[in-house]
């Protein structure tokens, strides 16, 4: 498995290192297309200074894997349906596609997010419109991306099959994301791009992390 497919929790509060975000208000908004590493820097980042960490996909792969009207199972979400053990799936990636250009799901999930991002402790959330529409006031946006093809490898090595078909899937989703009416994946004109087609995990991280510990040292100055 490659390292920037390790999968984890959706949402958790990690351990503080020596830079703890304990008290301060600080967001860290990621996005970018599927498989380029956003959750592995998510997940580094907010490990590093203490933030909480949410990976937004999770939360239209739990609505669209409900099943039923997608506004009400957006509604209804629980912690307990981002624990899904199935929410890595290709299938459940089309079906949030699907379900996210639904104008009243994405009401029902905005909110939710942007509490999260400005909670007292700092915060990292990674998805698709985060710097652009959910967070455009975050302290660091980020936009992390890689070629079709180098994704496409990185989930065939993550779930199996057809690599083919998996390239194929990467770039119909990439079309579908990227041209949705509502809120459609691009990159903040602020954001910093980090590329991880060649990139080690280590590599890409760092990277990522220096960003953030810039920011942090503007806010304190």
Not at 1 to 11: G, K, S, T
Not at 20 to 35: E, H, K, L, Q
Request: glycine letters at 10%; charged letters at 25%; hydrophobic letters at 45%.
């Amino acid at each position: 498995m490659h390292p920037l497919c390790i999968r984890f929790c959706a949402l958790r509060r990690v351990n503080p290192s020596r830079d703890s975000g304990a008290g301060v208000i600080f967001t860290v908004a990621i996005d970018g297309p599927a498989a380029a590493g956003k959750g592995t820097i998510g997940r580094a980042i907010a490990a590093r200074f203490g933030f909480a960490h949410l990976d937004t996909g999770l939360l239209y792969r739990a609505v669209g894997a409900k099943g039923g009207d997608p506004v009400q199972a957006a509604q209804s979400l629980t912690p307990g349906d981002l624990a899904r053990d199935d929410l890595r799936t290709l299938a459940a990636g089309q079906a949030a596609s699907v379900v996210a250009v639904d104008p009243e799901v994405r009401a029902a999930l905005i909110a939710f997010q942007r509490r999260f991002a400005r909670a007292d402790g700092g915060a990292v959330l990674d998805g698709r419109d985060i710097g652009t529409v959910i967070c455009p006031e975050a302290e660091v946006k980020l936009y992390v991306t890689a070629s079709a093809e180098t994704r496409a490898h990185r989930r065939w090595l993550e779930v199996g099959g057809d690599e083919a078909r998996v390239l194929s899937d990467v770039v119909e989703r990439d079309r579908r994301d990227s041209e949705r009416a509502e809120a459609p994946l691009k990159r903040a004109a602020d954001a910093h791009v980090i590329d991880t087609s060649a990139l080690s995990a280590e590599a890409a991280v760092a990277v990522a992390v220096g960003l953030v510990e810039a920011a942090l040292a503007r806010g304190r100055g």
